[in-house]
């Protein structure tokens, strides 16, 4: 096995194990994973899983996307690319790649926030987590009712995509916008402004 496949092989967790493991336990188990420098572990329906680095790509476009959300966004919420967002109800703890939030809600709180708290989420999928943010993490952040979900699939089968989910109504998103890489992406308000899409990286 290489050390790309051993560091997103997943670390399996019963949600429901009969010697009475519950979210706590899976939560200290996560808090205890030791994984390679600059992997990231998160909770995902249940099971730990640690997938690589990003790669330049992946990072670029990371980079693009947060400086123009800096400059839309209201002024007293912040962008973070490491926050934890907790979604119990799931068994899920997600590290999404962007999240908008109020800084007073982080204030709060010592580390992880509730994934309700959160005022936009951003994905951009690898290689090894395109699935998870395709489907799980659209579920998780809709049941939990994040106002705006925004995927950015550079690793979609044909040619990269973007889309925008919204409405969240009984664990369920509205496609609210979809289109290609190199098409104008909109953000609502309170952002309203436009993402050049066309300067993300295409593999």
Request: glycine share 8%; with cysteine; proline share 8%.
């Amino acid at each position: 096995m290489t050390d790309k496949e051993t560091a997103m092989s997943a670390l399996a967790a019963e949600p429901e194990a009969p010697h009475g493991q519950g979210w706590d336990d899976l939560v200290r188990l996560w808090e205890g994973t030791d994984a390679p420098e600059g992997c990231k572990v998160e909770i995902i329906e249940g099971i730990i899983t640690v997938a690589p680095p990003p790669s330049n790509d992946h990072n670029l476009i990371a980079d693009l996307v947060q400086e123009v959300l800096y400059a839309a966004k209201p002024k007293d919420w912040g962008v973070y690319q490491t926050l934890g967002l907790v979604l119990p109800s799931k068994k899920g703890l997600y590290i999404p790649d962007l999240v908008l939030a109020e800084r007073a809600d982080l204030a709060k709180r010592p580390s992880s926030l509730p994934a309700d708290r959160a005022k936009l989420v951003v994905e951009i999928t690898s290689e090894s987590n395109a699935n998870h943010d395709r489907i799980a993490k659209v579920h998780g952040y809709a049941d939990a009712g994040v106002p705006l979900y925004l995927l950015l699939d550079s690793w979609h089968s044909a040619r990269p995509t973007f889309t925008l989910y919204g409405e969240p109504a009984d664990g369920t998103y509205r496609a609210l916008l979809v289109g290609e890489f190199g098409e104008k992406l909109v953000l609502p308000e309170p952002f309203g402004c436009d993402i050049d899409t066309s300067a993300f990286p295409v593999a």
